[in-house]
DNA sequence: CGGAAGGTTGAGCCCCATCAATTATTGTGG
DNA sequence: CCACAATAATTGATGGGGCTCAACCTTCCG
């Protein structure tokens, strides 16, 4: 068993390697993540490229946004992971919600001046950032931009509604394998990971305080995935070794991540303010 | 001890005493809440009450939507309480989010056209039926009124996080007292309750189910809080006995409901489509 | 080389789940 | 009016899933 972890360790990995960043341009994973419930136009794509961004390179672990602070700016994950998440006083700490690639935070300025909660890169990387005012101002103009960006709420709200069910309702076996899994498909969506895995560049401490659980018994419940080979964590990359037999424990049914198109949607709009 | 409980059981209550349905009208409670953020003048109130409604009376305990279902109407709880629920295959059940009177489900429409998740009521009452599409218009045209109800989605956002952070890292009583002070908070916002107590007309099974809790342990954590002289629930009725110290014990903070006015709210406008 | 960070594992315990039984209350049909 | 069932609250006994404490190892890095 020793071998399996010694060969399974740190070594250097190409940080982004996984396919080359061939995503077109700064804002390639937001144009993937955004165009997924209605396509999005010529028009739209300009809007956002040509919105005035600022380009911040942050170190794992820093707080961008902190309880009380301003919900005034856009911050956009480029190639990097994030979390919002909550502290008690004693320590304790709840991740919220998983930034990935692509993900942003920010869009609730419009009603909401003050955050109740913080955010924080959890990998080193450059992130984007602009005035809430100026996105939700593109919005506005553009119809269909606004859908994405509302469907991009929807989701996340999505996403959190399955977390409280896996910290209510199911075992630190399956709420695990549930995360596992949605990580996958939400990678997927925005070009990253393969059909058997992806890198997950998060330590033990991080993954139990987005499950509610402690760093030991998270590790305990990935090895127990590995013993029965269902999945496997080598050297930050997750390999998914039986997907039904894993989306059977954790009842997982991607339907809620809604990765498919709005049925609905507007049509190929040309009304600008 | 046995007096105790003797002495609290379910007497006939008069259903909705608690103010005497005195709030204006059919909507009064929806106007309480969404009035919060910022003051609604007459023409967003009357763009609410010309809506087009149906009256549905529906008993405790019926679904109101199901998993897969559409979600094309807007149910406004009018005296009556509900939730969003998930269930899992076996039966476990978790409560998403605990609805009041004055509360609404369904604005979602515009890019979620299925739900993955059930609203129920919990207990009889009528409800005010409308196409989301309707409501979701009426926001169009009254600026003030999409801000108001954008302010409710984050606001119950808000909520849910809290709720994340109970079921994932604080303790049976921590989660139960922050539940009972957010219940009073926000029914208070709505009119219902006294600064002492209010009518919380849920099963301890219901409760469970909302806090990531069995039944039993929810009634040792109730009946050690009345021991403990924090707070008491009788006959349907709870008594928040120490406020503060119950606050410290959740760590309970108002901020996060947002109940004050938005700061940068946009001005008494006057512009229809 | 020493320290820090992260992963791994064992021992022991406790919070909460599970199972089960009792009581009070309400509603129902005879 | 009364048996009867159903619902809900309550309590005890028991067990287990996950926490706590602690140690150790490997890799990384100054």
């Known amino acids: 068993m020793t071998e399996a972890r010694a060969a399974g360790r740190r070594r250097p990995v190409p940080c982004e ?15 993937l993540r955004l165009n997924t419930p209605l396509p ?12 005035r961004m600022q380009r911040l390179v942050a170190p794992a672990g820093r707080d961008l946004v902190r309880e009380g602070d301003a919900v005034d700016r856009v911050y956009i994950f480029q190639r990097s ?7 008690l006083e004693d ?10 690639p692509g993900d942003h935070v920010g869009d609730s300025a419009e009603v909401f001046s003050r955050s109740d ?3 924080a890169t959890l990998t080193e990387g450059p992130l984007l950032v602009l005035p809430s005012r100026d996105l939700l101002d593109a919005a506005r103009r ?48 925005v070009g990253l990971g393969s059909a058997r895995g992806y890198r997950l560049p ?4 991080t993954l139990a305080d987005a499950l509610g659980l402690t760093e030991v018994h998270v590790n305990r419940t990935l090895r127990r995935m590995a013993r029965e080979g269902l999945a496997r964590i080598d050297d930050q990359r997750v390999t998914i070794l039986r997907p039904e037999r894993l989306a059977e424990i954790a009842e997982f049914d991607e339907g809620y991540l809604h990765h498919g198109p709005v049925p609905g949607a507007p049509p190929p709009d040309e009304n600008a303010a």
Chains 1, 2 share one sequence.
């Open 81 to 87: 992971w994030g979390c919002r998440y909550a502290t």
């Open 142 to 189: 553009r119809p269909r931009l606004g859908v994405a960006l509302e469907w991009s709420r929807w989701r996340d709200l999505a996403i959190m509604q399955r977390r409280l069910v896996d910290l209510g309702r199911r075992s630190a076996l399956e709420r695990t394998a549930h995360l596992l899994l949605e990580l996958h498909h939400r990678l997927q969506l």
């Open 117 to 119: 909660h913080a955010v």
């Open 40 to 51: 999005l136009g010529a028009e739209e794509l300009d809007a956002l490229r040509t919105l």
């Open 202 to 205: 998060l330590t033990q401490q």
């Open 17 to 31: 390697a996984e396919d080359g960043d061939a995503v077109a341009g700064p804002l390639g994973r937001l144009f």
């Open 91 to 100: 320590g304790r700490r709840q991740i919220l919600q998983i930034l990935l």
